[in-house]
């Protein structure tokens, strides 16, 4: 099977943040995609090169602190703050969102997950309106890489 043409695409925060609501515990994934990632099933620590027991993603669920603020900034948020990844990462790297079961806890606290379920992709009109709306906000944020 490839995932790549048979995965939905999310293409608004507000589609996002409608399947946030209705699914729990999902996660996005920077990554070339659910395919390439099956045959890797782990991600590697950059700094030591350890092969971790799972994939490194960012949880999507709401926190209770969130209160009632909007859905749609808390995913722009959530995706605006590993954007960089992007590029950094290198060509056909792209956010896709997954369900799983959380193994551990990576180098940066972010969940390991194991037995993936691809979700859907995350459109890069969805990114561009999450930068739109975080420059939106009285105060000023960057990304989570924010210089040397």
């Given amino acids: 099977m490839n995932v790549r043409e048979e995965l939905p695409v999310l293409r608004s925060l507000h589609d996002l943040g409608t ?9 996005v994934r920077w990554s070339n ?3 390439a990632d099956r045959k890797v099933a782990r991600s590697t ?5 350890v092969r971790m027991p799972g994939l490194s993603a960012n949880p ?7 209160e009632d603020r909007p859905i749609d900034l808390w995913v ?12 950094e990462k290198g060509a ?4 896709w969102v997954l369900r799983g079961r959380v193994e551990g806890h990576g180098p940066d606290n972010e969940p390991l997950v194991r037995d993936v379920e691809p979700v ?5 009109a969805v990114i561009e309106e999450a930068r739109a709306a975080v420059a939106e906000q009285e105060r000023s944020w960057g990304t989570m890489r924010r210089g040397d």
């Fill in 19 to 27: 399947l946030v609501e209705r699914v729990p515990h999902l996660y």
């Fill in 33 to 35: 995609g659910p395919d």
């Fill in 45 to 49: 620590d950059e700094l030591t090169g």
């Fill in 60 to 66: 999507l669920d709401v926190e209770d602190w969130w």
């Fill in 76 to 87: 722009a948020r959530r995706l605006y703050d590993y954007s960089h990844l992007h590029h």
């Fill in 92 to 95: 056909g790297v792209r956010p």
């Fill in 120 to 124: 859907g992709w995350i459109d890069e």
